[in-house]
């Protein structure tokens, strides 16, 4: 049962949305697949309806990785996107304004933070763009470091995520920081749009996808602001 109290809430929530558009201008990861699409079916032609085929890497715009992205099979995984919890995904964040930022972000990027264990959520989000380039990629992004990870998940942190193609630098080939993420048993976004936020503690609401032979999903994420409604200590 939901409480009259929350309803209210949430009537008077503001929703943001944290997604980066896809279309078939949408940047992606060197070496990925864009996004592309044919329709299959038009209502000019039917008169009955439009359909559409799509391609894409899942890893394209605002998305979730599974673990099977870094280790073990794609299809079938008991690791997949698809069996991941859902609970991660949806509960009180902390938004932090680092922009503009580049390179690696540490544990002393954020140490305020990391002193102030009381305001900390069990998700945090990184903002380290003012502005975020959907039509091209930048190879000078923000990304994490391993430190930083093993900090947050001392602290109890569950999920994390940015505003960048990805957790590790660019040119990575043994990809450190995915694999702490997995090793501390944390989940983690990418790509996310947070031009039109500022620092603060919202609801996120982000889950991925059912695709249970996939290593990623598409998410649109969602910020909800409930002001000083709704006790953010959960």
């Not at 996120?204 to 709704?230: I, M, Y």
Request: negative net charge; glycine residues 6%; aromatic residues 8%.
């Amino acid at each position: 049962m939901i409480s009259r109290d929350i309803a209210a809430a949430f009537d008077r929530c503001e929703v943001v949305d944290i997604s980066q558009s896809i279309s078939t201008r949408s940047a992606s990861f060197p070496g990925d697949t864009a996004f592309s699409y044919q329709v299959t079916m038009s209502y000019s032609d039917s008169k009955l309806a439009n359909v559409s085929a799509l391609t894409m890497s899942p890893h394209v715009g605002t998305h979730a990785d599974a673990p099977n992205h870094i280790e073990g099979i794609i299809a079938d995984s008991p690791q997949s996107i698809g069996r991941l919890p859902l609970k991660p995904y949806i509960g009180p964040v902390n938004v932090v304004d680092l922009s503009p930022f580049h390179g690696p972000i540490s544990s002393e990027s954020i140490a305020a933070l990391l002193a102030n264990g009381g305001d900390l959520q069990k998700r945090i989000l990184f903002k380290t763009r003012i502005q975020t380039p959907f039509e091209q990629f930048q190879n000078d992004y923000a990304f994490f470091t391993p430190g930083l990870i093993e900090s947050l998940a001392d602290l109890g942190v569950e999920l994390i995520g940015i505003d960048t193609p990805s957790v590790d630098q660019v040119d990575s080939q043994e990809l450190p920081v995915h694999h702490k993420l997995r090793e501390r048993n944390m989940y983690w976004l990418e790509n996310l749009d947070l031009s039109d936020v500022t620092e603060d503690i919202y609801c996120l609401v982000a889950q991925p996808l059912k695709f249970v032979e996939l290593e990623a999903s598409p998410v649109r994420a969602l910020l909800l602001n409930f002001g000083d409604t709704v006790d953010s200590s959960s």
